[in-house]
């Protein structure tokens, strides 16, 4: 009698060897359930019965000295099982089966089944199985490759195995789909993989390998921190970041707390991490200081990039972005288009060009750019990004329901999203009380505590923007400007135009970036016959959306924990308060504490003072930096910023896939009370592009955070940046891959310089 291993079968021929196999099954005809195509065995159970599919050898053979050995490319989902049985007859059996995300090794003797071995189900781990027979001892093993093998049972043979049928199978318990078995190569002794599978597989390697020599190549920056850590011996750690560490009763770090937080920072080592010294048990925890220690296998490394030192605490501009801060506090609930003729922001106009000049805003400060981020377009229009405010139009919806972009709803596909918000109740300030701005550094947790407004409103003032970067998730509003740019048809960018309005998500009135192969702007359609989906379509830019927001997070994770640890603006706010309270004495530039505490002169006719201490109007008996949260600032240090190094990524993807220099037409801002968009008709109007627009989506969404008092104006100033360079660096080893030919993303830098990305390559457009 033959030895089983002489049966071999690589399916190849597209039609079962009746010479080797019979179809069996229950219930018949089972023929119909099994096809060998594609190279394999293909065996589809019966729906919704208990039965089984298969094959089995039209002849015996004789296992001693010899083996079964089989491919299991794809088992059936559970209930279902997928097995290899060598049988005798009705009562003797040898077994491997794969039956709900187990394999199991069993045998039969004499009709009573015993199971040998069961492991979890690994479908890479287990791809092959064996059943052979040496001198008397049965092996039952698996194999990842069908070279090397994992013994799994070694048994004394129970019965004579000289003449066993050999079956493949699958089935089981009645179900409304199981999927399908797929079965390969009995007794193959080589399976190399076909030529294209291989040559892809070897093709995929090499691109990887490509793209990681691009990061490799890539600088590589040396951090270095503002040493505030070392610069105040006698104060340890006041410039710092400290929140939820130990504090001693005026607020200033517990140096014990502290230095447990940098041996963990230092060694790396996750249980350091576990040892910090918080100040109690109920504290609010560390937000994630790990997660700048981890490694990305694609864009640029979490460390690649570096920011500048954070100003030092004791310097001039710390000072003077502190004045800022104070302003954007007291002038919260004024309305952006009232800036030209509200006091309280003609007053923090004055003060910032007489008393704080090195903010880092644009001078001399005024009413258009006052509060505003400094990058290009930030300036142009109204204060808000029309991002942040349309919807788009669409015409099969009802009015008032999303049918026109100025009702504020923006299309996700049949479902909308609303552009208003529930805004924080206005001239509601948290942390103007000093127990419980202790309590807040000590880590006691006062989140859950705001009041809200009880209508839906467009974003009017700052404090409504706090609200809105409050509870986002910092993607949150450039998936909403993606589905704009996606879905908004030809017409006016405003509302419906009879007989003139496209169809949404078809006929756009935002045109592809300059290097999208398919449908660059200036022409009817670039390909004569393909259209944009997977690559260089909207799944495309969700999927690159979504991959950059994690990497910039990780990046100025490392830059928050791992270099700078900037303390918040409102643990300077507490030093300042000691400082002009006479609790404790702090080197802190004389120009917040004069603005605070010295009566207006014709020189400096506007101060803090006016609203702050014993002649202020609004906070009589403090000198913090009042709050927009209860719980203030997160548990992690302020430079640099989560949000705005993710707005720089993510604003950088936008760009990458849309024409920049596409004109804003209709441009609109909230009305009074919010309920509705009005026309913006400032004389800019006609200046503003969708590059621009976007610039100021990604400052509105840093700046808004100053606006709520948990950062600074540097923090965004150099975040910006550095969310921009990792998404470049993702483009970057991202264009390596394309098939289409001459494909490329053209964009214009924050700094203005415009480049292009192809091929692992960044050169700058002349």
Do not use: C
């Amino acid at each position: 009698m033959a030895k089983a291993h002489t049966l071999v079968d690589n399916f190849n021929d597209n039609q079962i060897d009746s010479a080797k196999w019979l179809t069996v099954g229950n219930p018949p005809p089972a023929a119909e359930r099994i096809r060998e195509t594609n190279g394999r065995i293909e065996i589809r159970p019966a729906i919704g019965t208990h039965g089984y599919s298969g094959i089995s050898s039209s002849l015996r053979y004789d296992l001693t000295d010899s083996e079964v050995r089989l491919e299991v490319v794809h088992a059936l989902q559970p209930p279902g099982q997928t097995s290899l049985s060598l049988g005798v007859d009705i009562s003797n059996h040898l077994l491997i089966t794969i039956r709900d995300r187990t394999i199991v090794f069993a045998q039969q003797v004499a009709g009573t089944w015993t199971i040998l071995e069961t492991l979890p189900y690994d479908a890479v781990a287990h791809r092959w199985v064996r059943l052979r027979e040496r001198a008397g001892v049965l092996y039952w093993e698996t194999s990842a490759d069908g070279v090397g093998w994992d013994l799994r049972v070694r048994n004394a043979t129970p019965f004579t195995v000289t003449a066993v049928l050999i079956d493949i199978s699958a089935g089981g318990q009645p179900t409304a789909w199981a999927g399908m078995a797929i079965i390969d190569n009995v007794n193959v002794q080589k399976t190399p993989l076909a030529r294209r599978v291989e040559e892809r597989r070897l093709s995929a390697r090499d691109v990887r390998v490509q793209a990681a020599q691009v990061a490799a190549e890539r600088r590589h920056d040396e951090h270095a921190n503002n040493n505030d850590e070392v610069n105040y011996p006698a104060q340890r750690f006041v410039g710092n970041y400290s929140k939820s560490l130990k504090h001693d009763a005026l607020g200033d770090p517990d140096p014990g707390s502290y230095a447990t937080l940098l041996r963990a920072l230092e060694s790396r080592d996750p249980a350091d991490f576990e040892e910090i010294d918080l100040a109690s048990s109920t504290a609010v925890k560390l937000t994630n200081p790990q997660s700048g220690l981890a490694f990305d296998v694609a864009g640029p490394d979490a460390q690649e990039r570096t920011m500048p030192p954070a100003p030092r605490f004791e310097s001039e501009v710390t000072a003077h972005e502190m004045g800022e801060l104070y302003w954007m506090a007291v002038a919260r609930d004024v309305h952006f288009a009232s800036y030209g003729s509200d006091a309280t922001v003609a007053a923090a106009i004055t003060s910032l060009n007489s008393e704080f000049p090195q903010f880092g805003g644009t001078r001399p400060v005024s009413a258009q750019n006052v509060f505003r981020g400094i990058y290009p377009g930030e300036q142009v229009g109204p204060y808000v990004s029309q991002f942040l405010l349309k919807g788009n139009t669409d015409p099969r919806k009802p009015d008032t329901l999303g049918r026109d972009a100025n009702e504020g709803f923006i299309s996700y596909g049949a479902r909308v999203i609303d552009q208003r918000l529930i805004p924080a109740a206005a001239g509601v300030d948290y942390l103007t009380d000093f127990a419980w701005w202790l309590d807040v550094q000590n880590g006691v947790d006062k989140r859950g505590l705001d009041t809200f407004d009880t209508a839906r409103r467009f974003i009017r003032n700052l404090r409504d923007g706090a609200t809105l970067v409050h509870f986002d998730q910092v993607v949150d509003a450039y998936y909403n400007t993606a589905w704009i740019l996606m879905s908004e048809p030809t017409g006016n960018q405003l509302a419906l135009q009879a007989g003139i309005t496209g169809r949404p998500q078809i006929d756009l009135e935002f045109p592809k970036d300059q290097g999208n192969p398919y449908d660059p702007p200036g022409t009817a359609m670039d390909s004569r016959t393909q259209a944009p989906f997977a690559t260089f379509g909207p799944p495309h830019l969700l999927q690159a959306l979504s991959e950059v927001l994690g990497r910039a997070l990780r990046a100025v994770w490392w830059q928050k924990w791992g270099v700078h640890r900037r303390l918040r603006p409102e643990e300077y706010g507490g030093r300042v308060h000691n400082h002009v309270t006479g609790a404790r004495t702090y080197p802190l530039h004389a120009s917040i504490v004069e603005s605070l505490t010295l009566a207006p002169t014709a020189e400096k006719p506007a101060r803090l003072s006016q609203y702050f201490g014993n002649a202020g109007e609004r906070f009589p008996t403090s000198y913090l930096l009042p709050q927009a949260y209860p719980e203030g600032a997160p548990t992690h240090p302020a430079y640099g910023a989560g949000h705005a190094a993710g707005s720089g990524a993510l604003v950088t993807i936008l760009k990458a896939f849309f024409d920049e220099n596409r004109p804003i037409e209709n441009p609109v801002q909230a009305s009074t009370d919010g309920l509705a968009l009005v026309p913006y008709t400032g004389t800019d109007a006609s200046q503003m592009t969708l590059g621009g627009e976007l610039n100021k989506l990604a400052g509105n969404i840093a700046l808004f955070r100053d606006a709520a008092g948990v950062h600074w104006r540097s923090d965004y100033t150099e975040s910006l940046p550095l969310g921009e360079a990792i998404a470049i660096g993702l483009l970057q080893e991202m264009s390596l891959g394309f098939n289409e030919d001459d494909a490329f993303f053209e964009l214009t830098k924050f700094d203005g310089q415009k480049i292009r990305i192809f091929d692992g390559k960044v050169v700058p457009v002349v």
